[in-house]
């Protein structure tokens, strides 16, 4: 079920907005007058007083509790949050080093995994609070269908959407007033991909869709050609899997 939401003049939490999606959103959010809290190592491209960006590195679980510590008092209008900073690592696990192997599926599950699942638990009780409040989490469509190159960026994918899943539920238990958004983007033109040759998505688009899916709180948002994944996993799973195998083998 889908439902209007009005996200003009909002304050939002927006990790990752230094790069590629996430600096596209914060445009876009400054845009519709919303003041947007910046959680990245890296300031956001745009500046300008509606940008607050505070320093964070998210895999550093000590940096990010000090960061939500006082959040609410430093930004009482806060309502929205998007997780969005994410990382992706190839592994070989045949040929990879085991300590490098374990040093960046530590990272990527701290960034990609634990501090959005920290940032939502820190914020769900106090949300369910206000009027209206939304939670996003930018999962990906390999959440539904892994490759072979990234098998723990994909694992740390599908358990946001798990988890995402479950606070939905309990959102709707909690009385609805927090719409509970998960993003899942096909292959888009950002950094985090600058190394794959195939078609990608330009940034301006996929955040139209963005855009478009939290106007009318979209509980799933399937971007480009993640819809049509969406479709074939629906009919399915097995098909999904294997045309992402064979794509990415
Ligand atoms: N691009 C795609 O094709 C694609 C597809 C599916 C899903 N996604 C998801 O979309 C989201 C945005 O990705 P993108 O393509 O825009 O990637 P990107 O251009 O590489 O940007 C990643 C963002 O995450 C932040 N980040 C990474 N590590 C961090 C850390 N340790 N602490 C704080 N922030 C950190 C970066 O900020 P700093 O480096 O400044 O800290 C940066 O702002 C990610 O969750 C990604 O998994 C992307």
Known sequence: MSRRFD?????VLLTGASSGVGAALAARLVERDCRVVAWSRRPPPIGGPSIIHEAVDLSDMAALDAALDGLLERHPEL?????????SERADLA????????????I???VNLQAPI????RLFAPFSRRGTAMIVNNTSGLAVAPTVPHPVYCASKAGLRAFTQSMRYQAEAAGGQIA???ILLAVVETPLNAGYAGRKMPVDKAVDRIMRGLAKAEPEIWVGQAALLRRIAGISPALARHILKVATG
């Open 79 to 87: 309502s929205v949050v998007i997780n969005n900073a994410g990382v």
């Open 7 to 11: 996200i003009s003049g909002r304050t």
């Open 95 to 106: 040929d990879g080093d085991p300590a490098r192997l374990d040093e960046l599926a530590e």
């Open 108 to 110: 990527q599950i701290a």
């Open 180 to 182: 509970v958004i998960e």
């Open 118 to 121: 920290r940032i939502c638990q």
